[in-house]
Every structure is written in structure tokens, then in C-alpha cells.
């Protein structure tokens, strides 16, 4: 089945820097790729996503590109602010299986 | 608010004794999965069920159990506890059968003393 590694676990970053979370996956059926962010006492919710038509996706301050070749893509979130403090989690989906999410990357964006 | 509803939010019991945890999906959304979330472990996918009938199963040990009814929320049975299962448990809802957003709701605490 699908296996999806994250680094780094911990990131901190001074406000106003770019932070960047790597994922790699194993299953070269997967096609969705969706990104979650878990602030502290509530549930993951999804940020971004990209699907495997396409290389790179922004929304704002965040991004996410994808390389089909190298199974493994990456957020990148540039000016970082407080609020963005929080659990990232990349995900993979593929063939008949849910979501299979990484372990979470805890940034910490200091002030 | 995601509109998925979890109950009980926080539960503490002891070894040996039996659970269930309940979830209201998003209204409209016939897809229910139950995630595990334990420290360092991320979120570990343990069943869905779509539309009352069981589609997929992940890691979900044989003293767990869960169901979806018709009027689409779903339990999740936790018997025979041990320390090891204390974790935060989350149900998460989307529309279809593979889609990809998922809707999680805010989780229920499970400790094991």
C-alpha cells in the first residue's frame, strides 16, 4: 500500500521567513496530493491540494509542487505569520484507498 | 466549523473496559473515516464506511469495531482497552467514495489509565 514520508517533524522559523515541508510517497498510482492543517485542540482541515496533472499550485502565500518522476512534493508558505503556527500534514491518495497522511511537521513561526 | 460532530470530546476510562465513540457527518456527505491520531504517529486511517457498508479497512485491531447507520452516522467500538490505545480519535466525512477532501471533526480524546 501507499507510504508517505515527511520531513522535517519540527521546523521553526522567524516571522516573516518562507518555511518549506517535504513529503515523498511511494505509490506511483496516487494522483491527489492534499495538504491539512491541524491547529491545537481541533481537526485537520485542507489548505491545498494538487492533483498529478499538474506541477505547482499557489494560493496566496502557500504552495505546493509536485514532482510525478520523484514522488515527492512540498509546501512552501513565504511570509510567515504567528497564526501560521500549527501540525502540517501532506497526504497521498490512490487507487481504492483513502487518504494515507505523513506524520505531521509542527512549525512554529517565532515573532 | 467542518459540520462534523464529535462526541464525547474527552473520555477517560480504564483498562479492560469497552467505548463507543460517535460521529455525525457533514450534512449530505455519505463517506465516514475514522482516524487515529497518537503522538509522533500522525493520523492512522482505521475504516470507512460509505453509505452504511464497510469500503475500506486500514490498521484497525480486532478488539475495535465500528458501523455506520442509516441515517448515515457512524460508531466506533473500542473494547478490551489498554494503555496503548489513548490517543485522539477523529472522524472525518466527504461527499463521495474516493474523493479526496476529507472534513474532520475536532476529535475525541480517549485515555486509558
Known amino acids: 500500500g501507499e507510504n508517505v514520508e515527511q520531513h522535517p517533524s519540527t521546523l521553526s522559523v522567524q516571522e516573516g521567513d518562507s518555511a518549506v515541508i517535504k513529503c515523498t510517497y511511494s505509490d506511483s498510482a496516487s494522483n491527489y496530493f492534499p495538504w491539512y492543517k491541524q491547529e491545537l485542540g481541533k481537526g485537520p482541515q485542507l489548505i491545498i491540494d494538487i492533483r498529478s496533472n499538474v506541477g505547482e499550485k499557489k494560493d496566496q502565500r502557500i504552495a505546493v509542487t509536485l514532482n510525478k518522476t520523484a514522488k515527492h512534493f512540498s509546501l512552501h508558505i513565504t511570509e510567515t505569520q504567528p497564526e501560521d503556527s500549527a501540525v502540517y500534514f501532506c497526504?497521498?491518495?490512490?487507487?481504492?484507498?483513502?487518504?494515507?497522511f505523513g506524520k505531521g511537521t509542527r512549525l512554529s513561526v517565532i515573532a | 466549523d467542518s459540520g462534523v460532530t464529535q462526541t464525547p470530546k474527552h473520555l477517560i476510562t480504564a483498562t479492560g473496559q469497552r467505548v463507543t465513540l460517535r460521529c455525525s457527518p457533514r450534512?449530505?456527505?455519505?463517506?465516514v473515516y475514522w482516524y487515529q491520531q497518537s503522538l509522533d504517529q500522525g493520523l492512522q486511517f482505521l475504516i470507512q464506511y460509505y453509505n452504511g457498508e464497510e469500503r475500506a479497512k486500514g490498521n484497525i485491531l480486532e478488539r475495535f469495531s465500528a458501523q455506520q447507520f442509516p441515517d448515515l452516522h457512524s460508531e466506533l467500538n473500542l473494547s478490551s482497552l489498554e494503555l496503548g490505545d489513548s490517543a485522539l480519535y477523529f472522524c472525518?466525512?466527504?461527499?463521495?467514495?474516493?474523493?479526496?477532501?476529507?472534513?474532520f471533526g475536532e476529535g475525541s480524546r480517549l485515555t486509558v489509565l
Open positions: 497526504a497521498a491518495l490512490g487507487g481504492n484507498t483513502p487518504l494515507v
Open positions: 450534512s449530505g456527505d455519505l463517506s
Open positions: 472525518a466525512s466527504s461527499v463521495g467514495l474516493t474523493t479526496g477532501e476529507l472534513f
